[in-house]
């Protein structure tokens, strides 16, 4: 089946750690997206994606990074400096940016730092 | 720079009731509009989508949203909501990026 699969869906870390969420697609997109979500805020975007070994900041990159060295991977690192890195994560792609088709999602993973 | 207003936050129902929720955005160039729904538990889907043409625009399960450019809204609308139709639903704006509203939880009640 074609999709977006993110790992894990539940991820706990201790304060002060880097950690790294997983996004694959097989839907052969040049597009891919990071979000966050967090109750009453909607989704805001992390980083985006146009092509391998590319990406623009978001809304709100401080504290993230990211890399795309292959189509089918976008992996976002959380890292020490993310002030409120708890929060739910979503990965989104779609076949490019700017053009008009919609984004397809993963299932989230849920990230809780103690 | 793209933003996306949802007006209610929490919207409560019973079935059978008619379900309209507000969405304004504020963009200068030629927009992509968009609705995702996001059920309990499952990951957000695509409602319906406007690129251009006509701007009464029907989705999935019974919604339809009506883009009027002079006001900046693309409200989304359901007639006769039903008890699956508790969710989560953003408006989203596009262009080079997908921009999302706060969203508005919607609970209907059998």
């Known amino acids: 089946d074609g999709g977006i699969t993110q790992s894990p869906k539940y991820l706990f870390r201790k304060e002060g750690q880097n950690v790294t969420l997983s996004c694959e697609q097989n839907?052969?997109?040049?597009?891919m997206y990071w979000y966050r979500q967090d109750p009453g805020q909607g989704l805001r975007l992390i980083y985006y994606?146009?092509?391998?070994?590319?990406?623009q900041k978001g809304d709100i990159a401080e504290g993230y990074s990211v890399s795309r060295e292959k189509k089918e991977s976008f992996p976002l690192t959380v890292t020490s400096a993310q002030k409120n890195p708890t929060a739910f994560y979503l990965c989104?792609?779609?076949?490019?940016?700017?053009?008009?088709?919609?984004?397809?999602f993963g299932q989230g993973t849920r990230l809780t730092v103690v | 720079a793209q933003s996306v207003s949802q007006h209610n936050h929490h919207v409560i129902l019973s079935e059978a009731a008619s379900l309209e929720l507000g969405c304004n955005y504020s963009?200068?160039?030629?927009?992509?509009l968009f609705w995702y729904v996001q059920y309990p538990g499952q990951h957000l889907q695509l409602l319906l989508k406007y690129f251009s043409g006509d701007p009464l625009v029907k989705g999935i399960k019974g919604f339809e949203a009506e883009f009027i450019k002079s006001k900046f809204s693309f409200n989304l609308r359901k007639p006769s909501v039903q008890w699956s139709d508790t969710a989560e639903y953003f408006c989203a704006v596009g262009d080079y990026k997908l921009s999302f509203g706060a969203g508005t939880t919607v609970t209907v009640r059998a």
């Open positions: 963009y200068g160039g030629t927009v992509n």
């Open positions: 994606s146009q092509i391998v070994n590319d990406f």
């Open positions: 839907l052969n997109h040049d597009a």
């Open positions: 989104a792609s779609s076949i490019a940016v700017g053009e008009d088709t919609e984004a397809f």
